[in-house]
């Protein structure tokens, strides 16, 4: 991966990875807990986006007519995303209060965990996971069921916020910087109740350097590109950088082709 040239599969993405698009972003993040359908709609048409971008890198074809299964999808917020663009969009989620959050209901939901995903090997054209790896206490044996159930030369694309970035402690933020607990205790005490996101229960320590290598190290995927999802084009150097890209890259992305 060049400095300059984004990797193939990347190229298409890069081209709409611009400043304008990441402060729309970043300034969406405010309403995820107030406003979620507003944070997430944004979301959802990135998603798209990149998902559809990469998956033309890798096959030369759009997603009409492809499986795209959203592990930790929640209620099913990006549906009507993929649904617009002919996928057939399946998300999975462990936790019943997530699937009926917002009033959505999305047919073919699936609840199952990601540790162990309730879908046939190799049967499914997209695998993808977003802002959800960090909420896990094994995001890798999660990473290596994406790739199980992705089929062969498909696309599997892991997207994550990492904890040493300005996000790492969501709503306990930017306290986790010394450390998660701390950070929880604190905001129990100014709210009066506890995070959404507890340390040490539903948020955890990932870092960049951990999903690159066990990207690097997969044997049942080919790494294709790792970038800062939500930074313009020319700053995704920074992934390359080690100690910096843990606290400026803030939301890694891993391609993977399933071998």
Known sequence: MSDTRPPRVAGRFARRATLRRSVGLLGSFRYEQTAPEVFYGGVARDTVDLIGDLYTGLTGRDLTGTTVVDVGGGPGYFADAFDGVGARYVPIEPDPAEMHAAGLQVGGSIRGSGLALPVRTGS??????????????????????????TRPGGLMVLSYTLWWGPFGGHETGPWHAFGGEYAARRYARKHGHEPKNRYGVSLFDVGCADGLRWARN????????????????????LVKVPVVREFLVSNLVLVLRRT
């Open 218 to 237: 997969t044997r049942d995927g080919e790494l294709l590109a790792a970038f800062p999802r939500y930074h313009p084009r020319w700053a995704w150097w």
């Open 124 to 149: 499914v054209d997209v695998c993808f996971s977003s802002n959800v790896a960090e909420h896990v206490a094994q995001p890798w044996v999660m990473a290596d069921e994406m790739l199980r159930v």
